[in-house]
């Protein structure tokens, strides 16, 4: 289901045009709104429909295998935490579904250089950012080199 | 036109690719070098990028140590197993060890991973996979990157590496531009870390139409990940084990959880247990292999294809018996919203409700890659505690090329890593480059200047190409001069397919089929030269198509090198149609001399872990 976009409720933001990991929302300069300029470079990935503040970008499945008459919605609410699907069949069947998108407040990660720096030994020794804690298991696991041999298993 | 921006960007390390390996190595590059300069560079937006961009259901790859569920041992003989005992155990055990403390961080930021309400562990999947609810599973880790860089950049398409002038075979930064303002760019770096995506679109997709967007792997993943190294001479490995995936037919929606948590099961068009059935066909061509758990993907896919060619399609998942439970059909769907919505779509279109109808399932194009079950990519050293002398030359995950790391897609020999393995190899790679770049002390790297303007009239010679070619013809898409992108695009997957063992020759190929097709390659190559761009779009997808030509040609040539059907199910050599443990028990090497155009090819051995 390449996107396309409804005239009549895009207004040329271009925060699709920013978010298409494929680069293939652009603003068309004549109606100054968006469109897909490529449909057979979109993978459905939904990130430009759920970017998308007026709600203007929808898809419609692929033309060599999906009927027409279905949609497949997305709701995405950053400050709920949430994002919400309705699904519409072909022959006009609902399923609707609601997931939790995450846990914390958006912004609230700290960056690695606000934790204590590493002593001068951790650097040379195996032990990544906030290992071995992270682990929850006490100590880093590691092989000996006479542990590996060649030959068929 | 005005002459175009060059910008200059110096760096200590240089991340290239911002999914989920790049955002590893970025975090960890801040994390043990406070006082560098940490920079990100990505050709779409960090935010949403790479192959998690529409997000994950599942995370693939973790042991449960604290638990007691799985050791990294475990892990090892589980991908050695599946890649039919060819994987770099020393660099597979060393991201299982780090893989827990990468997704408990994961959900410290604020992932939602599941429970299982009895015992209060992550809910389980399958043996190795938890399920989460992964809508935001890359932007919550692009923050974290964007915290840890001195500078992101998005938007900008690196082309090609840079070489140091004053050291042979060490790298010192990358050049590319940037696909909205046209500048282009110059990167100066101490390490240089590689991030890029694997390939998808080198073989011709089953949708050929609007639908060839709906491909497996994301369209975006461009082969970055191998042409990069691959043009200064870093040694790639294993570029001949490209996947092939069995999915829900047309929108190639994951059938993981279905299988491991859903109960489902397949059957063909009969309602029989087609599995069975060739067991001894394939212990004919592989032997024991095939009596291994659980049975390695590449030959549950030879069953399927066989089935197929016999005449038992379409095979279907049996789906009604566990979707009347409203927990699992909720499962069910959400696991398609969280990954592949495409396939939902197909379903809502085609009126498919798996609780009355058992879906369709197919057999994808192949693909090249390095991070699911398969592990193509580059030759990399060893972690430094226990790596065989004949894996270690330097640095945790550096290439055969000095300063040169890599992670996720691009490093390979280390199959099952999938999104928590990708980002914690590049946190590997980036403690690694951070150690190089501190032992390099102020010695910096110098590229040559000639050959940074010879690449930047190269890089925007396509426009040029298209603006010249344009006046010669009334309109449309047809020159005598030049070639578009999906022009090219196409020629090479249809090259691919028909030679290199895709679709259409049911995956098979032999030494004169690789021949003729890289006799095809190679006039493709030519025409390179002519590609059109019309704006910078296209002069984006014209360096795709770039670096899927020569990924292409490598694996191409080892294919050919590697005389045996290690993996029938991902390919056959119809003219060694077995599996070869007393001459192929080994990995194969290529080195490209991107002067001479030649390719040498050698084995290296493969160690395992004994007990």
């Known amino acids: 289901m390449p996107t396309f976009v409804y005239m009549t409720r895009c207004d040329g933001c271009g925060y699709c045009v920013d978010i298409c990991p494929s680069d293939i929302m652009h603003i068309d300069t004549t109606y100054r709104r968006a469109y897909n300029i490529e449909p057979n470079m979109c993978w459905e990935c939904y990130s430009c429909v759920k970017s998308c503040p007026q709600h203007a970008i929808d898809c419609r499945g692929y033309s060599d295998f999906a009927p027409m008459g279905h949609s497949v919605r997305a709701l995405r609410e950053e400050e709920k935490g949430t994002i919400s699907w309705k699904i519409k069949f072909r022959d006009g069947r609902e399923k609707n579904f609601v997931s939790p998108i995450r846990t914390t407040p958006w912004g609230s990660i700290k960056s690695p250089s606000d934790y204590a720096a590493p002593s001068q030994a951790a650097f040379k020794a195996q032990e990544l950012a906030h290992e071995p804690e992270a682990l929850n298991i006490g100590k880093l696991p590691a092989l000996t080199p006479d542990r590996l041999k060649q030959g068929v298993v | 036109m005005a002459r175009r921006k060059t910008v200059f960007v110096d760096s200590d390390i240089l991340v290239i690719g911002g999914g989920m390996a790049g955002c590893g190595a970025t975090y960890e590059s801040r994390y043990w070098g406070r006082d560098l300069k940490v920079v990100c560079v990505e050709k779409a937006n960090i935010e949403r990028s790479g192959a998690v961009a529409q997000g994950l259901y599942a995370i693939n790859c973790y042991m449960g140590m604290q638990w007691g569920e799985n050791q990294p041992e475990d892990h090892v003989r589980y991908a050695r197993n599946d890649l039919m005992g060819l994987v770099r155990e020393d660099l597979g055990y060393d991201i299982a060890r780090h893989v827990d403390a990468t997704v408990h961080k994961f959900e410290e930021w604020g992932l939602p991973i599941m429970r299982d309400p009895k015992t209060g562990r992550y809910q389980r999947e399958g043996k190795w996979q938890i399920m989460i609810h992964g809508e935001s599973y890359k932007p919550i880790v692009a923050e974290a990157a964007r915290k840890a860089a001195t500078q992101v950049y998005n ?65 975006w993943s461009s082969a970055s990940a191998y042409a990069l190294p691959i043009l200064v001479g870093a040694k790639m490995t294993q570029m001949e084990n490209r996947i092939v995936l069995t999915r829900f037919k047309d929108g190639y929606g994951p059938v993981g959880a279905y299988f491991l948590h859903l109960k489902t099961y397949t059957q063909n068009a009969y309602g029989e247990d087609y599995e069975a059935k060739w067991r001894d066909s394939i212990k004919a061509l592989v032997g024991d292999y095939v009596d291994r758990h659980p049975v390695p993907t590449c030959l549950r896919n030879h069953a399927f294809l066989e089935e197929v060619k016999a005449g038992g399609g379409p095979i279907r998942m049996v789906t009604k018996e566990a979707f009347q439970d409203p927990h699992k059909e909720t499962v069910g769907w959400e696991n398609f919203l969280g990954m592949t919505i495409g396939q939902a779509v197909v379903w809502a279109s085609q009126n498919i409700d798996p609780k009355h109808i058992n879906p369709e399932l197919t057999t994808s194009e192949p693909y090249v ?227 001479s155009g030649k390719w040498a090819m050698e084995k290296a051995p493969v160690y395992h872990i004994v007990d």
């Not at chain 2, 790298?171 to 760019?185: K, M, S």
């Not at chain 2, 102020?442 to 590229?447: A, F, G, K, M």
């Open chain 2, 369 to 595: 890659m390095g991070s699911h079950a398969t592990c193509s990519g580059a030759w990399a050293s060893g972690p430094e505690d226990y790596a065989p002398a004949e894996y270690q030359w330097g640095y945790n995950r550096m290439m055969t090329v000095e300063g040169l790391f890599g992670a996720g897609d691009t490093i390979g020999g280390t199959a099952h890593k999938f999104s928590s393995g990708s980002f914690t190899e590049g946190r590997i790679a980036g403690k690694a480059a951070v150690n190089y770049v501190n032992d390099l002390g102020s010695e910096q790297p110098q590229y040559n200047d000639a050959e940074c303007e010879d690449l930047r009239k190269a890089i925007f010679q396509p426009l040029e190409n298209y603006k010249l070619g344009r006046v010669e013809i009334v309109a449309g898409t047809v020159s005598p001069s030049y070639l578009l992108p999906l022009h090219g695009l196409q020629r090479l997957e249809k090259i691919m397919d028909e030679y290199v063992g895709g679709i259409s020759s049911h995956y098979t190929t032999n030494e004169p089929m690789l021949t003729r097709g890289l006799e095809l390659l190679g006039m493709l190559k030519e025409d390179m030269a002519h590609l059109g761009a019309e704006d910078l779009h296209q002069l984006q997808r014209a360096w795709e198509l770039h670096h899927r030509v020569l990924a292409s040609e490598c694996v191409t040539q080892h294919t050919m090198f590697r005389q045996e059907t290690r993996w029938p199910g991902y390919y056959y050599r119809a003219d060694h149609p077995k599996l070869d443990d007393a001459d192929w028990h080994c990995f194969t090497l290529s080195q490209y001399d991107r002067d």
């Open chain 2, 155 to 219: 938007r900008i398409m690196v082309t090609h590496l840079l070489m140091d002038k004053t050291k042979p075979n060490r790298v010192a930064g990358a050049v590319g531009f940037n696909v909205r303002t046209g500048d282009f760019h110059v990167f100066r770096a101490k390490a240089v870390i590689v991030s890029a995506g694997g390939a998808s679109h080198i073989f011709k997709p089953r949708a050929a139409g609007e639908g060839m967007g709906r491909t497996w792997y994301a369209p």
